[in-house]
């Protein structure tokens, strides 16, 4: 469950919602153009690659973190983190879905989260080429702003399991031989998924459940406070809490969660 210690949600939702708007312009007047792209996996078999637009979209966004506060860690996918000793730290995936960015696809998106204590408060999922974001403004309420306009999120709650719409990608990280263990899901993931774009589906409730494996910390955290303020249940493979990332699973409805769960249980170690 979200910190429910943590209160001072405004000033830092301000921040978020400013930054948005900024990182649209800064793509738009900066990064909309050739760019270089290289591979991370240093000889793995999985390709990650990375472009030099997620090295200067990170490099923008710690300067404004920095700048507005200076004393708070901040984690990125790109340059790390150093040591720090205070109860705030921002985690952020400069460009969440790569892949997706290097082809042209416009569904990618830049994802920072707050977190206090170690647990993500505050998320914030902008999507420049579709000239949208969602953030939540506390543990209660999410919005999506689209067209000068928000929009409060609220996931799909009534939903028979039979007729849910899943979207899933395993990304590589599950072999075919464990897949062969569930079928059922097989069966379900009906849907292709898009990274944050489909969690942020989820939210909308143009979706009931999207299952990923293999997420990062800022894959997932900035995404979590956005979800549970719109009333889904995020977690683990193993129903254990989504703050560890790996391998996770989102749902409007908690009944479904659980069924979803247990249809999974065949893979978890």
Not at 8 to 25: D, G, H, P, Q, V
């Amino acid at each position: 469950m979200l910190n429910t210690t943590f209160k001072n949600y405004r000033i830092y939702y301000n921040f978020l919602n400013s930054l948005a708007k900024e990182l649209t312009k800064f793509y738009y007047n900066k990064l909309d153009k050739p760019f270089k792209v290289s591979d991370k996996s240093k000889g793995k078999k999985r390709y990650d690659p990375v472009t030099t637009s997620d090295r200067a979209f990170e490099k923008f966004i710690r300067s404004k973190i920095k700048k507005k506060f200076p004393k708070h860690q901040i984690i990125g996918e790109e340059f790390g983190s150093k040591k720090s000793s205070s109860e705030f730290s921002w985690v952020i995936d400069p460009i969440d879905g790569t892949r997706s960015y290097v082809i042209g696809n416009p569904t990618w998106s830049n994802l920072i989260s707050l977190n206090y204590k170690g647990y993500p408060v505050l998320g914030l999922a902008n999507f420049p080429k579709l000239k949208k974001y969602y953030l939540n403004y506390n543990d209660k309420i999410s919005y999506v702003f689209e067209n000068n306009k928000k929009r409060k999120l609220l996931v799909k709650k009534k939903v028979a399991f039979k007729d849910i719409k899943l979207a899933g990608n395993f990304h590589g990280w599950l072999s075919l031989k464990k897949q062969q263990k569930i079928p059922k899901i097989l069966k379900l993931m009906n849907f292709p998924c898009f990274d944050a774009l489909s969690y942020a589906h989820l939210a909308e409730g143009k979706i009931d459940i999207v299952l990923q494996c293999s997420n990062k910390i800022w894959d997932i955290h900035p995404i979590i406070p956005i979800l549970k303020a719109a009333g889904a249940t995020v977690t683990t493979w193993s129903n254990k809490d989504s703050v560890l990332a790996g391998n996770i699973v989102a749902s409007g409805n908690k009944l479904n969660h659980k069924k979803i769960i247990k249809l999974l249980k065949p893979v978890i170690k």
